[in-house]
């Protein structure tokens, strides 16, 4: 692979690259393009303009190189040259070729690079708003790319990006997530950016003030293995020998080498290339590229029928088309029942459920999921519900909820089929969140068939930090079985043993020991369906730590969901 050639090329030395670069520019033979493109890309690190512009010539007469696959790599190269150079306004225009070419080529590892270029350049110029928009896309991107380096690169910049920002804990996270990566990649120790992650993350942890951690990323960084005469390591070796130093109290060192790193830099500057205002004159091709991306969505929904009433909705041959329509237009979204923390007082957290909003109209999911949960259009929508989830546990937490939890409903199928564990990952990382915060509810359903695939998937989500619920506990035959063979770690309690508890001696009976039972085995209770003021009292008293019903929250949409947690913190 093209992309992997030339992660192993810039590990070269400048000693290997001169002597790699003379065999090539006096061999009579004619080099692949895969050859030329992994020297361009070197040549542009190592800024050596005779060179660059000799391959660049030989290039552009070798054929195939029309092709978008190989316009990406050809405009990434050149525009690694003008960053390296400092010239930020030439770096920009080039990426944004890289980037078209690569949706041109519908390739998505080249779409999630080019995506992270974008993040790459905007980071430079200061505009972190856009950086991390495309880095975001860059990261979801990566669902469809099943290549280590591309997530371990992917994941190294957007540790970057946080890092710039100083959200030391969430890169350090994200960082810690790129070095998992590199690990499964055969020969990581002699790739550059796994060695400069390692500096980093010694920053971070300097920040951090966990200087255990720091030494041992520092001391990894500078093994004797490594070779760090390459430019890449440099600048960052420098930048970090200079922390130590200071640490050390031998402040005119550090002084010396963050001079020479200054004096470094200035010699290959380009007056003013990196001036913010000169950039954003330039910046009328990106909008260009967003409007493609509005016309062509507008274009997709266009294509679509006209909605038809909801007494038809349940047409088993269109209902997947049509919620592609409604994923596409933005009508899939979450309602949130809070659920009540007896012990804490408060809000303990919130049951994402998914709704369909037409026109107005909400169309509960008794209406449709059943009718595509065993299709690929579930894990659709339930991607975007857990996106939404997220999306509002982080606006929970940043009120200050520092513990509040969402709750997500899985299928048997999704957890057959979708790599749930590292989807959700992603998006905790995405949104700063973790394992704590996420539950996922699962039904007796998921173990009938005694699939190897849903165990597996529910140990890869609590090896997350994820707890597994038990949902409508005791309206099957083999919940009690579920608890004891999987990794389950709450129960949810179903509103048909809760309905008459208030009234029926055998309920109340039948309740109590089922408390008893999943208190002895040290799992949490969720109590559903509670609606009156004496099932409450009684849940208490048989010591039913967490209850969800319309006697404390209905299901409502995002907005009105933060209203009433900021109201309940105004009554603490």
Request: aromatic share 10%; net charge negative.
């Amino acid at each position: 692979m093209l992309y992997e050639k030339i992660e192993t090329a810039k590990s070269l030395t400048l000693a290997e690259y001169q002597d790699l670069l003379k065999l090539h520019l006096t061999s009579e033979t004619t080099e692949s393009l895969d050859e030329l493109v992994c020297l361009f890309v070197v040549s542009a690190i190592y800024t050596d303009k005779d060179a660059f512009d000799k391959i660049n010539q030989v290039i552009q007469t070798k054929m195939g190189i029309e092709l978008p696959e190989n316009q990406f790599y050809y405009y990434m190269c050149i525009g690694l040259y003008h960053y390296h150079t400092y010239n930020y306004i030439e770096t920009l225009e080039s990426y944004i070729k890289a980037f078209e070419a690569a949706h041109q080529s519908n390739n998505q590892l080249l779409i999630t690079e080019g995506n992270r270029l974008m993040a790459l350049i905007y980071r430079k110029i200061g505009d972190f708003e856009q950086a991390r928009y495309y880095i975001e896309r860059s990261i979801r991107a990566l669902e469809n790319v099943s290549v280590p380096l591309v997530n371990a690169r992917v994941y190294g910049t957007y540790g970057l990006i946080l890092l710039e920002m100083n959200s030391f804990k969430h890169s350090r996270r994200v960082y810690e997530t790129s070095l998992s990566y590199f690990k499964q990649v055969e020969g990581y120790e002699k790739l550059i950016n796994y060695r400069i992650i390692l500096l980093n993350l010694y920053e971070i942890c300097e920040n951090l003030q966990d200087y255990e951690s720091a030494v041992k990323y520092y001391l990894s960084a500078h093994d004797q293995k490594f070779d760090t005469r390459n430019v890449l390591l440099n600048e960052k070796f420098l930048f970090s020998n200079s922390m130590v130093l200071k640490k050390q109290g031998k402040y005119l060192e550090a002084l010396e080498v963050l001079e020479s790193l200054y004096d470094k830099q200035k010699v290959v500057r380009v007056p003013g290339s990196h001036n913010k205002t000169d950039i954003k004159m330039h910046l009328g091709q990106i909008e260009t590229l967003k409007s493609r991306n509005e016309t062509l969505i507008k274009r997709l929904t266009e294509m679509y029928e006209t909605f038809n009433p909801v007494d038809n909705i349940v047409n088993h041959y269109d209902l997947e088309e049509k919620l592609g329509e409604a994923l596409i237009k933005g009508e899939i979204k979450p309602y949130f029942q809070l659920l009540w923390s007896v012990d804490k007082q408060c809000y303990y957290g919130a049951e994402a459920l998914i709704r369909w909003i037409k026109d107005d109209i909400v169309i509960p999911p008794g209406q449709f999921i059943a009718d595509v949960e065993n299709t690929d259009m579930i894990i659709k929508l339930s991607e975007k519900v857990i996106h939404d989830a997220f999306d509002a546990c982080r606006a929970a937490i940043e009120i200050g909820y520092s513990d509040f939890i969402v709750s997500i409903n899985i299928t048997p199928y999704q957890l057959c089929h979708q790599n749930l564990a590292e989807f959700i990952n992603r998006e905790m990382i995405l949104h700063n969140i973790e394992g704590r915060h996420v539950e996922i509810e699962i039904t007796e359903r998921s173990f009938i068939e005694q699939n190897p695939k849903i165990l597996e998937a529910l140990y890869q989500l609590r090896d997350i930090g994820i707890k597994i619920a038990l949902d409508d506990f005791g309206t099957g035959y083999s919940s009690l079985s579920c608890v004891n063979d999987f990794p389950i770690g709450m129960i949810k309690i179903d509103r048909t043993l809760i309905n008459n508890i208030s009234n029926d001696e055998k309920s109340y009976k039948l309740l109590n020991g089922i408390i008893g039972m999943m208190q002895a085995l040290d799992l949490e209770i969720v109590a559903e369906g509670v609606e009156t003021i004496e099932q409450v009292e009684l849940l208490e008293l048989l010591g039913c730590n967490i209850i969800q019903g319309y006697y404390y929250s209905k299901p409502e949409p995002v907005f009105s969901m933060l209203e009433s947690l900021k109201l309940n913190q105004k009554d603490q």
